[in-house]
DNA sequence: CTGTTAGCGCTTTCAA
DNA sequence: TTGAAAGCGCTAACAG
């Protein structure tokens, strides 16, 4: 024996004693599988009441081999992105009578796979947002943790449901509308070198020009956050650009208040697009162009496909979900361009 | 006996039969308590690797008495505000080998209790977040739930540490801060009525109007969102003041864009003020004047206060933040005020 | 030093 | 219809 003061709830075994019944039966009461007299019934939901009675819910998950629980693994809870993204998974997990649990590998890829393990312990299952985690390293906890939900995270050997965003497809177009605004010479501000969503625009930018054949694609180093992007500012000007193509809205804010600073106007002087479409976006000055991705939708779809493995069912299709062109007032055609202008 | 497939995680059982030894060795070795001959301890560890075997954490939390998490209920996930607190929480009980599991009560004050006893039952103490839960609710949760932290729930009659922003004097300040400019007549665009920090806000209001006399504040339905602070833009101009003080930063945000669009110029025409100082706050044009409120610290500091709670110590003191004024360019002298101008 | 044993609180066969 | 008993996997007295 361990036990702390026993000023704690009651247990089943005290609930049947008061109630003249046995352990069984208060199991079967508070499971609704009980069959027998109406009055026992009763009696053993009133004892309970007064008794405070609740299941002890560790005990129940002991006995039952599920804890009702999955995990959120995520590189940054402070990320507006997977803000969403818990958000909606958490409010669609407790319809269901689940709960979720965070983890926060906060960037640190390799021991990653450590924390997903442990977090898996705790659970029935894992949602896994691991943009920058290895191959090796994912496909061997993909091997031993399933349930498992990927995230952003696409991996044609693992078989276990994805959802991700295209980000390729989000900048080619983005790129496109800067192409048919008559934008010849455009910088791409990167992300971080590692990410795979990094790696997703830069290739989707590649095929881009490689098909267009008439544009100046250059990349700089831009950052994640806003503060990234306001030290850009003189760096983009200094390229000649005429249209920018932040790495996300954050880098855009950024960089339309470092342009601002330097007394470059927006578009008039250059364009300048954002990606994800958070919610500021259109409350910037001018109203930011940008490519909305679905996160909430993405965490909603994240249990649907998570709740399908939970009951042994075959979880709907993977998706790609293609973010969409917001057409605002940061983009505009080029003054003079170098290129030929559509008009 | 009702196991699912037995392709499961080794058992410390297994384990033990496989080193030939008792599970208590296993155990012991596994929780560092192993005293005996490290021949003994090598074999156990190796023949563990071998099994793959990790410790069931449900086994141990019942044997423990002890989870290891803690729940965080609070009433929108999506707010960034919580998200804030969530992010700073989870990393710094991370550090101390806790979890943190996530609870939405969706703004529904109703089930809230019901929701905090569900959450309780699987964590070993939870941090609440309840500002219009009912004090007589209140009450009884703080009853039987604790070891239990309050967030901005300042509760006299409750013995659990609690954390809070002074939101009475963050406007308090904002407001002294509009006075000295010259403004004389104001007005505060209200959030949800129900709400405590509405609450305080008025009645911080209230004691500044009282206090220096010669000030005409006037109160308007505000909202707590974005949009909200767009549909407010004519009833605000209509009142004819010279300046305004939104609920928070999102419906100033919001406020700036409709008047924008009115064609009234901020802060020439108006001044606005917001609230919280979220992170975009200094982007928006013109940079908008705050009151920041350190949503990180409290979160960290709400963990201290767990911490020392899990561990049977002495709580630190309950904290009140005070938000403090960012001064930016929403605000600036009227143009020609109702009352004297300074200067 | 190490193993035996009881127990954490609940669920679920199995038998009556 | 109800109860006895075993078991979920682990920990911790207590012996030896």
């Given at each position: 024996?361990?036990?702390?003061r026993?000023s704690?709830?009651?247990?089943?075994?005290?609930?049947?004693?008061?109630a003249?019944v046995?352990a069984a039966?208060?199991?079967?009461v508070?499971?609704?599988?009980?069959?027998?007299?109406?009055?026992?019934?009763?009696?053993?939901r009133?004892?309970?009441?007064?008794?405070?009675?609740t299941?002890n819910h560790?005990?129940?998950s002991?006995?039952?081999?599920?804890?009702r629980?999955?995990a959120?693994?995520?590189?940054d809870?402070?990320n507006?992105?997977?803000?969403?993204?818990?958000?909606?998974?958490?409010?669609a997990?407790?319809?269901?009578?689940?709960?979720?649990?965070?983890?926060?590998?906060e960037?640190?890829?390799?021991?990653?796979?450590?924390?997903?393990?442990?977090?898996?312990?705790?659970?029935?299952?894992?949602v896994?947002?691991?943009?920058?985690?290895?191959?090796?390293?994912?496909?061997s906890?993909?091997?031993?943790l399933?349930?498992l939900?990927?995230?952003?995270r696409p991996?044609?050997?693992?078989?276990?449901?994805?959802?991700?965003?295209?980000y390729?497809?989000g900048?080619?177009?983005?790129?496109?509308?800067?192409?048919?605004?008559?934008?010849?010479?455009?910088v791409?501000?990167?992300?971080?070198?590692?990410?795979?969503?990094?790696?997703?625009?830069?290739d989707?930018?590649?095929?881009?020009?490689?098909?267009v054949?008439?544009?100046?694609?250059?990349?700089?180093?831009?950052?994640?956050?806003?503060?990234?992007?306001?030290?850009?500012?003189?760096r983009?000007?200094?390229?000649g650009a005429t249209?920018?193509?932040?790495f996300?809205?954050?880098?855009?804010?950024?960089?339309?208040?470092?342009?601002?600073?330097?007394?470059?106007r927006v578009?008039?002087?250059?364009?300048v697009?954002?990606?994800?479409?958070?919610p500021f976006?259109?409350y910037?000055?001018?109203?930011l162009?940008?490519a909305s991705v679905?996160?909430?939708?993405?965490?909603?779809?994240?249990?649907?496909?998570?709740?399908?493995?939970?009951?042994g069912?075959?979880?709907?299709?993977?998706l790609?979900f293609e973010?969409?062109?917001e057409?605002?007032d940061s983009?505009?055609?080029?003054a003079?361009?170098?290129?030929?202008?559509t008009d």
């Open positions: 024996m361990h036990m702390g026993r704690s709830a009651a247990t089943i075994t005290e609930v049947a004693r008061a003249e046995s039966t208060v199991s079967r508070f499971n609704n599988r009980f069959v027998g007299d109406p009055t026992v019934a009763e009696r053993v009133r004892v309970a009441g007064e008794l405070a009675y299941p560790t005990a129940r002991l006995a039952l081999g599920k804890t629980a999955v959120l693994v995520v590189p809870l402070a507006p992105a997977f803000q969403a993204i818990l958000s909606s998974l958490s409010k997990a407790s319809r269901d009578g689940y709960r979720v649990l965070v983890a926060d590998s960037e640190s890829a390799v021991d990653e796979p450590l924390l997903v393990d442990e977090v898996r312990r705790r659970c029935d299952a894992v896994l947002c691991a943009p920058r985690m290895p191959d090796a390293d994912l496909l906890v993909a091997a031993r399933e349930p939900v990927l995230i952003n991996s044609p050997r693992i078989d276990a449901p994805s959802l991700s965003i295209d390729g497809s900048i080619r177009d983005l790129a496109q509308h800067l192409y048919e605004l008559g934008h010849r010479h455009i791409f501000l990167e992300g971080p070198p590692g990410s795979l969503s990094n790696r997703q625009r830069l989707g930018l590649a095929a881009f020009a490689h098909q054949g008439d544009v100046r694609l250059e990349r700089r180093p831009g950052g994640v956050s806003t503060e990234d992007g306001v030290a850009t500012a003189e983009v000007m200094a390229t249209a920018v193509l932040a996300n809205d954050l880098v855009a804010i950024g960089l339309l208040d470092g342009l601002h600073r330097l007394g470059a578009p008039q002087d250059i364009s697009s954002g990606f994800d479409d958070i976006a259109k910037t000055t001018p109203p162009t940008t679905p996160n909430t939708e993405l965490g909603t779809q994240a249990w649907h496909r998570m709740r399908a493995l939970l009951r069912e075959e979880p709907d299709h993977n790609v973010p969409r062109v057409l605002r983009t505009a055609p080029p003079r361009g170098r290129g030929r202008i």
